[in-house]
Structure formats: C-alpha cells, structure tokens
C-alpha cells in the first residue's frame, strides 16, 4: 500500500521534530516463515569462494561477514577463524540434520546486512529477488566454535507483500532503529526491523515510483539530539535517473530533489551514499551556536564524488565534488570527523583503491 506524499518544499524542518513526531504505520505486518521453508545452517564442507559484499558486525567487534559468489555466507572472528554457511531447503525431520540435507542453495545474494542492536540478525536478498530474508548467524559462531559446534537458523520473510520488484538496496540505521530498502521499479520502503522471534507488527513506510529507474543507492541517518530536544529522522536514494531524493521518515514526505552530476556523467549510476550530520553539529545545536545540518556524500559508478550540505533553513548546497583517481565505481564514503577527512574507496581492477580527502565543510 502506497503513502500519497506530495512535494513539499521549505520542509526540511520537519525531519527535525520533537522524538514525540513517529512513523505513521501506512501496512501492518508480522515476519512469517516462507511457505518454503529455509534453515540457514554451517555447511557440511567449507569450499573456498569469492567474496562479493563485506560488512563488519556492529554488535561483535572485530568481527565480520563475507556473501559469497557461491551463495554462501562467512562469518569471521578475530581470532582469524571462520564458520561457512549455505542456505537449504528444510523439510524438517532427519533431512535437517548434516549430512542428510539437500543440495544448498547457489544464488548469489544481491543484498545484505547486519542489524545493529540484534547480535547476529541479518537481513539478505537474492538476485533478482522481492523477498527480503532475515535469518540469525547462530550464537556459537559468535563466539568464534567450530563448524560442529554451530547449530542452524530458522529464516523468516520480513515485511511479507510489500515488496513489488527486486530488491536492489538495503540499509539499516546505525541505531538498528529503521531499515529500508530500494526497488528495481524505483520505490522505496523503509519499517523499523524487529527481531524473527518477535511477534509484534512492523509498519512500513511506502513511497511508490519514488525515482524512474532502479534503486542503486540507499542511507539512513536516525539521530538524536537530546540537548536540543531534536530527533534527525531522514533518508536519502539514489538511482540511474541521475537524482538525489532526500525523505522526511518522520512525516513520510520527501524533502528535496537534487540532480547529481554532469552531461558527461549520464551513463554513471550513483553507488554509494551515506549520511552524517556534518562535523560538529551535535555540538553546536546543543550550545544554540546553530541548526543542525546533515551532510550527504554520494559516491557514482564513474568514480564521482560529491557531498552535499542539508540544512532546514536552507536549499541543498553543493559543499564539495571531486573526481575519484579511477573511473571505478565508488563503494565507500567514510566521514572521519576527528580527522577531519573522507575515505573514498573504489572498486579498482587490481582490488580496491583508497583516497583521503579534506572533510567538507557546511556553509
């Protein structure tokens, strides 16, 4: 089901309401277990596999996860060990145990993420999937046990029916408070994630045709700022139709359009985006020195970067751009705030390609 939202403008103010302003649930849903059925479990036989996305662990520090180009998933630990798993079909009863399951599933995954404050919950789709899985690395593998020593997991669909195409972004928020993803057809969906074993509904948020074209890019940025009895609750997308749309989570509205690039820039998607609130804005809100401004940085398959500056009293103003040393797709954005710098990494054809940049500033 669709939110109506029509354009606003001057409207940025709103993403900074009061914590009372919450998510208006637009469909009601509780994760289900697909009618067929899948154990995520650690494989029988650990094969050696390309790696397709790695994500740290927010919950165990030091610790990370590989999708892999055979459809399995890596977890490692610190300590240099690794615990593989595969994806089966579960037909209960003694298939279930190992060695006696089918042949694992091999569809890479196109997506996937760790969900901040749920020790071992990650989100994942499939290529040129609409369902969104959810599933739970299993607790022995966190504390770095052996592949005998690792039971499996139950996966469950999240947000069952509200997906209208394939899944091509996903994010979650820092705070684990909000997840979203974008779609092929251009829409986006963004709902609060809750753990498989949590029966409470999930309310989705839903912006139909949201770009023209598929989602390539997707942040989330849910703050708070207690000082200043302020709460950031924004998202931003980006896709192949060269924009970036800025959306208001708290009054499910968007915020701002904003063209990216060039003429010479058409053929370049946007790869990455992130969101911070810009160096330093924390404290000044909290010492009434100024509003808070949410700084962008948007990475292009072309090697583009540019950073963006958002502000309630103020139109978008483009801060910085500058071309990565490679025409390789961007990956990575980071913003060092004590550093006062920005790490760029980009997919290079010899591995990865990483440049340190001056942190851009607000006006």
Request: hydrophobic share 40%.
């Amino acid at each position: 089901m669709a939110l109506s939202t029509p354009e606003r403008s001057c409207a940025f103010d709103v993403a900074f309401t009061s914590p009372q302003s919450v998510l208006e649930p637009v469909a009601s849903r509780r994760p289900k277990y697909s009618s067929t059925a899948y154990c995520f479990a650690a494989a029988d036989k650990d094969k050696p596999s390309g790696g397709r996305q790695i994500h740290w662990d927010p919950n165990a520090p030091g610790c990370f996860g590989v999708s892999q180009d055979d459809g399995s998933f890596r977890y490692c630990t610190p300590d240099g060990g690794s615990v593989c798993f595969n994806l089966f079909v579960s037909a209960g009863g003694a298939t279930d145990e190992p060695g006696l399951r089918p042949t694992p599933m091999r569809t890479k995954w196109s997506q996937w993420t760790f969900v901040p404050g749920q020790a071992g919950t990650i989100l994942f789709a499939h290529h040129n999937s609409d369902q969104l899985l959810q599933t739970c690395v299993p607790a022995a593998a966190l504390l770095g046990a052996g592949a005998k020593g690792v039971h499996e997991s139950r996966v469950s669909l999240c947000q069952e029916d509200t997906f209208t195409s394939a899944l091509t972004a996903l994010t979650v928020s820092v705070d684990g408070a909000r997840a979203g993803v974008g779609q092929e057809d251009g829409s986006l969906v963004f709902w609060p994630p809750t753990p498989t074993s949590t029966c409470a509904t999930q309310p989705s948020l839903v912006f139909a045709n949201a770009h023209r074209g598929p989602i390539t890019a997707l942040a989330l940025l849910c703050e708070s700022l207690p000082e200043h009895q302020l709460q950031v609750s924004v998202a931003v997308s980006g896709s192949v139709d060269q924009q970036l749309r800025v959306w208001d989570l708290n009054a499910g509205a968007p915020l701002h359009r904003i063209v990216v690039g060039d003429a010479s820039a058409l053929s370049s998607p946007l790869s990455f985006l992130g969101l911070h609130l810009s160096p330093g804005a924390a404290a000044a809100a909290a010492a009434h020195q100024g509003e808070p401004a949410v700084l962008v940085l948007a990475g292009s398959a072309g090697g583009r970067c540019e950073a963006w500056s958002l502000a309630a009293s103020t139109p978008p103003q483009q801060v910085a751009c500058w071309q990565a040393a490679s025409t390789s797709p961007v990956r990575l954005l980071e913003l060092d705030e004590q550093c006062a710098s920005v790490v760029a990494v980009a997919e290079g054809g010899g591995g990865p390609e990483v440049e340190v940049r001056s942190c851009p500033s607000s006006p």
